[in-house]
């Protein structure tokens, strides 16, 4: 059967102009690859040199066979290179999904661009509540989570590291009466409107909100117009309401929105980073690359 090798002689020869000089550029005797040669022809069943000339002269099925072989060659090659950068992991698309009160600042694409250069890896980013990004992580759908906790789904098969935790604040008008304090005590929330309250089936920060106002003693009132979004700062812009947002808010904060420090019990936020546990190694590099990089 011929093999690329052979192809690959044959091309040389061609472009060399003659055995002699394709033998020197390729490291091997004048006699070995006039033999390669003879073997290809006899493969393919038919000359491809006309060996009635001294010089070196392709027959015209030759002719049509080197052009139409040199194409298919380079192309079976860039095939090649291709399918051993997806065996080692190179080029490999990515997902990543993250939580929409996570805000993807310049610093994390900063870090999301050099692990894509360092590890030769796509990365595809996606918002998505940390409660479905449970279920995706477990069924494959996506490959690292960004997840602001509390969820109700179990990370049992899940690698999960804290990332980060920050304090919250309330976002409220600047015309709001409490937009002049320098802190904010959750117990001054209990006859407010809230613009995103928890989802019955889901976690996440809403979730964490409403655990601190009934730890004080109230349950969040609802606003006209609820958003669970980042959407809910336009919300407390349009004076609809107020919400209470971590401190990474600040870098998509409106005009119209004033954030003041909240004072309440356990009033941090955690971010972490999961990942499947049997993750395959081109993830697990991925996920370790950017906990070392994100985690603070």
């Not at 990543?96 to 996570?102: D, G, K, L, N, V």
């Not at 360092?118 to 490959?143: M, P, R, Y």
């Not at 401190?247 to 954030?259: A, G, K, S």
Request: glycine fraction near 4%.
């Amino acid at each position: 059967m011929a093999t690329l090798k052979q192809f690959n002689y044959l091309i040389k020869i061609v472009e060399e102009g003659g055995f002699i000089a394709a033998s020197e550029k390729l490291f091997i005797a004048q006699s070995a690859l006039s033999r390669q040669i003879k073997l290809l022809e006899e493969e393919v069943g038919f000359e491809i040199f006309d060996r009635g000339d001294k010089k070196i002269k392709l027959t015209k099925a030759g002719q049509f066979f080197y052009v139409q072989l040199k194409n298919s060659v380079l192309n079976l090659e860039h095939i090649i290179k291709n399918s051993k950068d997806i065996a080692n992991g190179k080029n490999r698309l990515i997902k990543i999904a993250h939580s929409s009160t996570i805000i993807m600042s310049l610093e994390k694409v900063k870090v999301f661009d050099q692990a894509s250069r360092h590890l030769e890896v796509h990365f595809e980013l996606n918002t998505l509540s940390s409660e479905d990004q449970v279920l995706a992580l477990k069924t494959g759908n996506i490959d690292v989570g960004f997840i602001r906790p509390p969820v109700l789904n179990h990370f049992d098969e899940l690698k999960v590291a804290k990332l980060y935790h920050e304090p919250l604040y309330v976002a409220l008008h600047p015309r709001h009466i409490l937009a002049i304090e320098k802190i904010i005590k959750i117990q001054q929330l209990r006859h407010e409107s809230f613009v995103s309250t928890p989802h019955a089936e889901r976690g996440g920060l809403s979730y964490l909100v409403s655990n601190l106002c009934l730890n004080a003693g109230f349950t969040p009132k609802q606003a006209p117009i609820q958003s669970r979004k980042v959407s809910q700062l336009q919300l407390v812009a349009a004076d609809i309401g107020l919400c209470i947002v971590p401190e990474e808010f600040t870098e998509i904060l409106p005009e119209q929105v004033r954030l003041v420090p909240l004072e309440a019990e356990n009033s941090l936020s955690d971010v972490v980073m999961a990942w499947r546990k049997n993750a395959d190694q081109v993830i697990q590099k991925s996920a370790e690359y950017l906990l070392q990089r994100l985690q603070r």
